[in-house]
């Protein structure tokens, strides 16, 4: 027994630097916690496009699909950073349905900005107050996600996408 | 003996008065609600800071979700829920006691009982 | 010119520091040259020190590390705060604060030469370890490969008088932990039977630990009016770092007492010092690591990180083995009745490092999870109110008899005072809320802060002579220390349970009312300063026509970083705070936020209690 209460503290430390260990060399950002929605079902959502109000896009319309669904805004300064890549995406994968969300701008604004930096997007739909971007658990602009053929979030990033991210995490997962 | 009689009695009603007035808040208001919960959820965007005292856009944002689902007739745990379904357990500042939290939420408690045992047990043998 | 003298000062010193240590089996150095050379050193590592400071000071942006942390307009003082404001800096005031502590130890008498001699390789050997974390992972002298005339500056939330001295003060807490760690393994490594020593351990200890509670203070002051959220203590994980070794520290201190009474559990001080110690490398290397999300935001490296860790596992994994390999018999038996000095003491100490555990199991929970499930979870503010504050209210009702226990028998004298005494405030504070604001936490805090202050003042007058005179304050300080922490409890209650917040959106001459004090928003100004553009909205309180006073509240912009501070504005009065906060403009009209903090005086004032007597306690044998 007293043998057991002296050796603890060195297997509490032992713990300790085990997970925190791990935790360093996992490459874990304090600043971008795993997303909740990993592995979940794409959360149901009905969206008008950014370029004509009569035609509304739903989850539904996106069953047996590979989607890339990218948040972004005019005001999102990043976001103009990875927009070149879905260019490089679209042309990669043409089956590829990327899915653009215009969160919290205006049409005018949006539009103005897709002109000058181009249109990679199969479909731009708008979210003028954040809720669609709130059933994403979005917070920070811009954020990724990527979902499989059965409706499931795969994979998601926060923060402007690199070449190194799209290589090593989104290429794998198409 | 007689001290120990005394501050027994006293520390008796005290935990009574205690337990019967912590039971006195049923009738909160929204606001009230919708402080006391957003004082316990991470502003996201924020560095450690609570929905309640951030100004940022997210925090605007949750607080105006948090109202309206009071007003829709929510309760606390079913908007934590929601919350818990989009942001993860992250944006609660205090853990949900599941299976996961559980060593947390024993631990503190457990111990000072197992110590608490062991001292009356060494004291007893003297 | 000063990096080079910087970087070979320290060079210098490691090498001197690897020659005591590698002296031991093959020359057996005399005591005094063992000292003269251990001094030379600590002189050696604060010239490093100073001369990153010159550089800071001449704004020498050669240096890298000047040039990213500072600008040539910043204020003297933030250029000098500057040189501890970044990581390498802060790491070099690490190691001379040690050597520090090594010189000055290397001065005490009243130790066998065998055992101090032990004791400062222990601190060589530590500061072996921290110079090559310095030089191999982040050395502050590297030369910058451009030429420049101007850095980037110093984060603004950073530039800040109390901010300035904070680490300092932090460290010297921290650090003076490793004094005593070095006495303990040495006490163990010598099978050492005098206890002589424990006097020393309890000196040191107390010097930490004032220190500690200083930099603490400074932190949670700094908190409150530059974070501009109302409050002071967000249980954030930077903070929760720096009270763990307070209260194992504290339990450290108490556990010394019992020398006094002859009682000594010589292995609980042994672990309790090697503890103290482990959690101020734990929390320098959390900090230092960037692996936690706080307000108290600090840059990260993750090479750094493992290195910090690794020397981490190596002193505690080092000092917890010798402890296991080595540990002492228990001399003398322990007299643990009902209710003695002895068993008030052990219950505090048990009390204290529950709540120590508990505060780290909840800081790194959140880490063993995430590894565990890839799930984050936070373990904030709540669980610590529900978790450290229930564990630490029967240590609060006992530590205000405590002192006047006697160390053999179960008798207090005169107790039928105290009974009275805890009835009549418990009564008092419950008629009180019955007719103001009814909130259970608010009387348990209430009773708690006024029971403590009123018992350690009637076992003043009641087992004491009154004297006025030097000797009978030295004598009382234990119950001044307590009656110090019986305000803070008192601040503290009134301050998180009874705070009041008004929010309004004014214009300019707009007037608000709270309570009975008028306020006037008179008008906005905005200026520039040396390094930043200010605005100040200046409000004038009024107490039935008379004016109290002006409060500037406002926002910084600091343009070299591109960051707006928050400002609060601050009505300090005795029973409260009057605490003003300016949000967003629009149209015109301004958001304000206004807080009644009362009696936050009071925490402040009773640390300052506490650290008084924990210098006074110092002095005492």
Redesign the interface.
Known sequence: MKRIIVISPLIILFIICLFTLFYIIGNKDPNK?????LNKNL?SFTSKSLFDNEIILTDNDLRNKKIIINFFASWCTPCKVEHPLFFELAEQYPDLYILGFNHKDAAKDAKNYLKDEGNPYTFVGVDKD?LIA????V??LPETFLINEKGKIVYKYMGPLTDKIIKDEIQPRL | MK??H??KL?LKN?FL??IL??G?HGNENVNDKVKKLTL?L?C??C????IY?S?AD?SI?IKK?VKQKFHEGKTESEIKKFL????????????LINF??L???L???T??AI??VF?IF??RK? | MSSLIGFLALFISLVLNLFLLSSIPLINLSIVRFNFLIRISAILTLTSFFSLMVAYVTSDFNNFNVFQNSHSQKPMIYKISGTWGNHEGSMLLWISILSIYAFFFSFSKKIDDKLKKQTLLIQTSLHILFSLFIILTSNPFLINSVIVDEGLGLNPILQDPGLAIHPPVLYAGYVGYSIIFSLAIAGLLQKEKNNEWLYLAKKWSLISWTFLTGGIALGSYWAYYELG???WW?W??VENISLMPWIAGLALVHSLLMIKGEQILKKWIIFLSILCFSLSIFGTFLVRSGIL???H?FAADASRGLFILLIFFLITGFGFLIFLLKSPDNSG?I????INKV?AL??NN??MI?TT??IL??TI?PII?EVI?N?????????FN???IP?MIPGFLLMSIAPVLSWQTNK?KN?RYY?IG??LI?LLV?FYSYFTI?N?WG??GL?LGFWIIIASFLAIILSYKLKLNFNFFKKINSHIAHIGVGIAIIGITCSSVFKNEYQYNLKQGDEFKIKNNKIIFENVETSNEKNYQALRINFVITDKDRVLSTIKAGKNYYPTSKIITTEAGILHQWFRDVYFIV??QKNNEWFIKVYINPFVSFIWLGVIIMIYSGFIGATKR
């Open positions: 916690p795993p997303s909740a929605l959360p954040g709130l059933d994403f658990g917070f920070g | 001290f120990n005394a501050c006293i005290l008065i205690f007035t912590s006195v316990e991470r996201m965007t560095q450690n800071q609570s005292d100004d997210f944002d979700l818990v379904e989009r942001y993860g357990e992250y944006i609660l500042f205090r853990p996961k939290n060593f947390l939420w631990f503190p408690f111990i000072l110590v608490t001292l060494s004291a003297k | 959220w109302g409050g967000f954030d994980p999300t706080s307000v935001s038996k007299n643990l009745l009902f068993s052990v219950i048990v009390l529950v555990l508990t199991l909840g929970y999870v499930t799930e984050r979870i936070s373990v904030g503010g709540p669980y529900s978790t450290v564990i207090i107790y009974v805890f009835i418990s419950l009814f259970p009387i348990l009773i949000g967003e």
